[in-house]
């Protein structure tokens, strides 16, 4: 039989890509994938599970879903991802509004868990192995039309002192590329313009293949496809190659953003968490790519309150910063998980972390006012995304601006601009920390 299903991704990107293939499967069944939950027989829920933040999201997503099955609006709710792998008991327990659960190591069950919770009135419980998974497939694309996510490689080997993500995700895997560039292809076909390379750390990219570093490699192929730009997201800092800089420096398609995430810079805190750099190995590797790729925007992410971390090492943060000039970050309040390094080693309370968090980011703000100064008067080509009836703006990206972690460019325009394509803006002032602009 075929029913009608509703998917609700949460989390990173990554994660986006799991739910994107089980669409597809779901559809590929003969089901059909409904945008809305309401009148849906089943409802998947796919969550993350990083930070105990993210399981409450989940969880009020899912007491959301219980409300409309109680309400006889959704019949069934299944929930799969992160959270559902790292708290398989709980959520069945916990939770018995749940007809079933997906692990990590499971999304390609999603059919067969259908048809479990649907004709046979089952309780399905897949979870199967997180480091041997099949990764590829088919995807029913859930972003716009002109941007797409392309995930080279699952799992990961870092082990980080505060991270789940490899008992999460597993090891990590990175995919053939003969099997990246047919389904980038397959992108570029369907009319995708901006390609946004991912996985967990992307730096590492065929390292467990052959034992080199495939990255440059796989990005001089995809620049031969028909794509505008090419975007990268996630890189390591100690795996950052000569050969990767020269390629990013190179390649015109693939734009000068680079997303770096060192959650610190002592020294003691990196070695701590198990971090393969020192401050001055980041500060070397910062002034070789700004030297070496014109334009660059940097993004990284920061923890504050990590063990370890007084106030001295806040104000080292807040001064590598104002030296550094990184243009984007993100910036996040520890937050011990269980079954992590980091969590039994001592550590300030989460208002401490969180106050901490709000300092750095005071620091983090001067950066981006100075940075949205320096642009004024110049002109950057922009992706239109739509037009704001209210604040009557066109709104879109340059190449600075990765879509929903960064800030928009808002701009007039004499003529319609449809979205998905690009335009020159002339960039004329600023907006509650947003670029503003016209076109020219």
């Known amino acids: 039989m075929a029913y009608n299903v509703a998917f609700i991704s949460l989390g ?27 009148g849906a027989d089943v409802v998947v829920v796919n969550t993350c599970g990083f930070l105990a933040s993210a399981c409450e999201e989940a969880i009020e997503s899912i007491l959301e879903m219980a409300e409309l099955k109680k309400a006889g609006r959704v019949k069934k709710i299944l929930v799969s991802g992160c959270m559902a792998q790292r708290y398989q008991e709980d959520v069945l327990r916990e939770l018995p509004e749940v007809d079933g659960v997906l692990g990590t190591g499971s999304y390609g069950d999603i059919t067969r868990a259908i048809d479990e919770v649907m004709v046979q009135g089952l309780r399905p419980c897949h979870f199967g192995n997180v480091s041997t998974a099949e990764q590829g497939g088919a ?90 730009w090419i975007r990268l997201h996630y890189l390591y800092p100690d795996e950052v190659t000569e050969e990767l800089i020269d390629t990013v420096a190179r390649e015109e398609k693939i734009v000068p953003y680079l997303d770096i995430p060192i959650q610190h810079c002592s020294d003691g805190i990196l070695k701590a968490m198990n971090r393969r750099d020192t401050k001055a190995e980041l500060l070397e590797l910062f002034a070789k790519l700004r030297e070496r790729i014109p334009g660059l925007v940097l993004r990284t992410s920061l923890i504050t309150g990590l063990p370890g971390e007084g106030e001295e090492e806040l104000a080292e943060l807040c001064d590598f910063l104002r030296e550094v000039r990184i243009e984007r970050a993100g910036v996040f309040p520890f937050s011990p998980e269980d079954g992590t390094k980091a969590a039994k080693m001592e550590h300030v309370d989460f208002e401490e972390a969180q106050r901490r968090a709000e300092i750095v980011v005071d620091v983090q703000s001067d950066i981006i006012d100075a940075y949205n100064d320096s642009v004024l008067g110049s002109t950057r080509e ?26 928009r460019i808002w701009f007039t325009a004499e003529e319609e601009v449809p979205a998905g394509t690009f335009v020159p803006v002339r960039l004329t002032g600023t907006m509650d920390g947003e670029l503003t602009g016209e076109t020219v």
């Not at 990173?12 to 309401?38: I, L």
């Open 382 to 407: 922009v992706l239109c995304e739509g037009f704001d009836p209210q604040a009557q703006m066109f709104y879109g990206r340059s190449y600075a601006e990765s879509p929903d972690i960064d800030g």
């Open 12 to 38: 990173c990107a990554k994660n986006q890509v799991n739910c994107e293939q089980m669409m597809a499967a779901a559809q590929a069944a003969g089901n059909t994938v409904q945008a809305s939950p309401e």
């Open 139 to 228: 995807r029913i694309l859930s972003t716009p039309p002109w941007y797409a996510y392309l995930r080279i490689a699952e799992g990961c080997d870092n082990r980080c002192a505060y991270c789940v993500i490899p008992a999460l995700r597993g090891k990590y895997r990175s995919r053939p590329m003969a099997e990246l560039l047919d389904e980038a292809a397959e992108l570029a076909s369907a009319g995708v313009k901006e390609l946004i390379v991912i996985a967990q750390d992307i730096t590492r990219y065929g390292t467990d293949l052959t034992g080199e570093h495939q990255l440059a490699k796989l990005l001089q192929e995809l620049c031969r496809l028909d794509f505008h």
